[in-house]
């Protein structure tokens, strides 16, 4: 059976000294950054995911641990461990994932550890239960929080339900962090591909209100007239 030492010193053995300043500036973690002070080992994200699958075992206490680490690719692989377990659980077990990755989110603390877990663990879990988590989320005063509410329901647009995108996006919309523009309108185009209709009418109504970035997230598909379009009357 394996063991948490073991698998710290298999992500260890990966380490690449040449990739930690490149993540560190990509994952902007200087001073008053969004990633202030997160540290690296430099993993490629496949790596990770080997590691992740070849000690999926793990009990949660062990799990918890690898989640609480400095090391932003252990934390990563303690996520990928859980969406690896969900997939493959029943009922139960996915509610005690699910309930898991609730309590835990704050350690969920980058953009990529969120869109890498939130839809595959909270977004599969809620599709058929009550989803007043996500609104608590959204007006979390914790950043990740509020980027998980969005990227979860990205596991509805994949099953072609919308609505839950769009209400959570309404409480987004005046959101003053650039991460959360990005992944509301990313949603909102994951949307529009689906039925264009829905998304065009979410726009016509907010479209003026909406920070630039997320405008153009969302309107990235449509035609080069439709882009401009929104864009110039937005100014």
């Known amino acids: ?18 990739k930690i300043p490149i993540f560190q500036n ?5 001073k008053g950054e969004y990633g202030e002070g997160d540290v ?12 992740a699958k070849e000690f999926s075992g793990l ?7 690898l989640l609480h680490s400095k090391y932003h690719e252990e934390r990563l692989c303690a996520l990928l461990m859980l969406v690896h377990r969900f997939e493959k659980g029943s009922q139960n077990q996915q509610k005690e994932i699910c309930d898991f990755y609730i309590t835990q989110a704050k350690y969920v603390n980058n953009w990529d550890l969120v869109d890498l877990s939130a ?32 990227i979860a329901t990205y596991a509805f647009i994949k099953r072609g339900q919308f609505q ?17 523009h990005k ?26 209100k909406m ?9 990235e598909k449509l035609s080069e007239q439709k882009r401009q379009a929104y864009l110039k009357s937005k100014v």
């Open 26 to 30: 990509f994952f902007k973690t200087g």
């Open 211 to 219: 920070p630039r970035t997320m405008l153009r997230y969302a309107i």
């Open 183 to 208: 992944a509301v309108g990313w949603m909102l185009r994951e949307v529009g591909k689906r039925e264009l209709s829905v998304m065009e009418k979410f726009l016509q109504q907010h479209y003026k």
């Open 59 to 65: 009990g949660f206490k062990d799990i918890k641990k």
């Open 119 to 150: 839809d595959k663990i909270m977004g599969v879990y809620l599709l058929d239960r009550k989803k007043t988590i996500l609104t608590t989320f959204a007006k979390s005063e914790n950043l990740w929080e509020r980027r998980i509410s969005i």
């Open 1 to 18: 059976m394996y063991t948490l030492k073991q698998a710290e010193r298999a992500m260890r053995a990966l380490k690449n000294e040449e």
């Open 40 to 51: 690296f080992l430099g993993l490629a994200v496949p790596q990770t995911r080997s590691v």
């Open 164 to 180: 839950e995108t769009i209400r959570i996006a309404k409480i987004l919309l005046q959101d003053k962090h650039d991460l959360i």
